[in-house]
Nanobody, 115 residues
Framework: QVQLVESGGGLVQAGGSLRLSCAAS????????MGWYRQAPGKQRELVAT???????NYADSVKGRFTISRDNAKNAVYLQMNSLKPEDTAVYYC?????????WGQGTQVTVSS
C-alpha cells in the first residue's frame, strides 16, 4: 500500500502561481511514476503531468510552458509548480502513484483560479 498526502492548493487570481506538493509513504519502491491529475466539476479526471523515477516527464498540452513537475526521490515527493494560472485550471488536483499494476490516489486538493 502507498499513502499520498497533498498540500498547496488554494485560491489565486488569474496570472498567479501555486505550488502543489505530494508526499508518498508506505511501499514506495523505485521505478515508479508519480504525477498529477485534475477533475473539474462535470468533467472527467484528466492528466496534468507525470514524472518517472529517472526523470521522464509527460505534460498535458494545456499546461505545457506554464506548469513544471519535479520530484525528490529521497523524500518520495512530487511537486507541481503552476504559473500563469487561468480560470480553466480550476479543479481538484489529485496526486497519483503508479508502479506496475498498482495505482494509488491522494485525497485531492482544490485549486481555484479567479478571473
Amino acid at each position: 500500500q502507498v499513502q499520498l498526502v497533498e498540500s498547496g492548493g488554494g485560491l489565486v487570481q488569474a496570472g498567479g502561481s501555486l505550488r502543489l506538493s505530494c508526499a508518498a509513504s508506505g511501499s514506495v519502491f523505485s521505478n515508479n511514476v508519480m504525477g498529477w491529475y485534475r477533475q473539474a466539476p462535470g468533467k472527467q479526471r484528466e492528466l496534468v503531468a507525470t514524472m518517472a523515477t529517472y526523470g521522464t516527464t509527460n505534460y498535458a498540452d494545456s499546461v505545457k510552458g506554464r506548469f513544471t513537475i519535479s520530484r525528490d526521490n529521497a523524500k518520495n515527493a512530487v511537486y507541481l509548480q503552476m504559473n500563469s494560472l487561468k480560470p480553466e485550471d480550476t479543479a481538484v488536483y489529485y496526486c497519483n502513484f503508479r508502479r506496475g499494476n498498482n495505482n494509488y490516489w491522494g485525497q485531492g486538493t482544490q485549486v481555484t483560479v479567479s478571473s
